[in-house]
């Protein structure tokens, strides 16, 4: 695994699923110099936990978009399955509702070049190299600053899902750090009222 921290986030061009919109260069370039970005990739469309994230996110969407977060999920799925489940209802397992962009990596390099794909390549008994494993991305999430640089990463195995409060906390400790060089230690929260 590769360690992010400290680097420039790899770069990207893809298409993404903002509400039932398609981009088709969608690029962290946006958000340089003007927002910090929350990117967190998810193994599958249309799987049973992945939902229960997606949808805590957009739940917690306000609260990111207050500290001036953009959130962005990624999976190996193409923009039309983003686009269909999208349309799915909640009781049928779909994500009616999500806002944010939906970036699809069907090509699979987005998650290669973050280091969260599941799966590696290998040589076969004739010699030719072939993928082991499933090609999807794990529950890599990564904080990067407005400068473009990834403060903070966590990956999780596929099975695992994420508190996205934690996500938020550690947004909040960035911003503290860079508003007051004060560093956060263990179990650090935000004062109440102080965020926004």
């Known amino acids: ?16 699923v903002i509400g039932q919109q398609v981009e088709a260069d969608f690029s962290l370039d946006r958000y340089l110099g003007k927002r910090y970005v929350l990117l967190f990739f ?25 500290r001036g977060v953009a959130v962005i999920g ?13 349309r799915t209802p909640l009781d049928e397992g779909g ?11 069907a090509t699979k390099t987005i998650s290669a070049n973050y280091d969260v794909l599941a799966g590696h390549y290998d040589y076969n008994e004739s010699g030719e190299m072939v993928f082991i494993g499933t090609a999807q991305a794990y529950r890599g999430l990564f904080l990067i600053d407005r400068d473009g640089i990834v403060r903070h990463q966590l990956v999780n195995d596929r099975f695992l899902g994420r508190r996205i409060s934690d996500a938020l906390r550690v947004v909040d400790a960035l911003r503290h750090f860079e508003e007051h060089g004060e560093t956060c230690p263990a179990n650090w929260e935000a004062e109440e009222g102080i965020i926004g």
Request: with cysteine; net charge negative.
């Open 1 to 16: 695994m590769s360690v992010l921290v400290g680097k420039r986030a790899p770069a990207f061009k893809a298409y993404a």
């Open 42 to 66: 998810y193994p599958a469309d249309f799987s049973g936990l992945c939902p229960t994230e997606l949808l805590a996110f957009q739940q917690m969407l306000p609260e990111f978009e207050r």
């Open 74 to 86: 990624c999976s190996t799925d193409s923009h039309q399955v983003h686009q269909a489940w999208l």
């Open 95 to 105: 994500i009616v509702g999500v806002t944010y962009p939906l970036v699809a990596d």
